[in-house]
């Protein structure tokens, strides 16, 4: 059988993985630029559509999902950050939302990755140069104009994220 200390201490650690997630999804998003959020975000454009409080990104299929991830790309594009290890922290949502479209399987058709992906239910790592990450932690608020719950979705480079944490016994 499972060594009881073993699973013990599994479980220790995911509990503080889940801690420092919900931690840095909590306070990420409140430090970003101004420009590179909202309904105007791009600092040389302003022209695309992030979201706001009373006008929120619907995300209904997998393809608003890649219009949004298309968006993100070009206001970090337009901040001349660079395109290699961009991240995006997304909630479950958005996994079934891309599941669910003909976009994988479009992917899929075009040899963009193997079969057994779709069979196991693995969304590809990386989508429009984002590697993409599924979190329940990701922060949500009920729109208060909509009445629908949305979510900070948070995209960026790990150069610009930057953490520490004090471990006690």
Known sequence: GADPDALIERRRAEAMQ??????????????????????NAGCLTGCYNLGTVGAPVRITSGVDWVRLLGRLSATLNESFMPRENRYVVAPPITEYALATSPFLAMINANGGFSSSQILNGKIPAAIMGFNHFISHNVQSVVDPVTNETCYYVVAGLPMATAYASVLEQ
């Open 18 to 39: 889940q801690a420092q997630d919900r931690y840095i999804l909590a306070n990420l998003y409140v430090d970003v630029a101004p420009q590179n959020q909202g309904v």
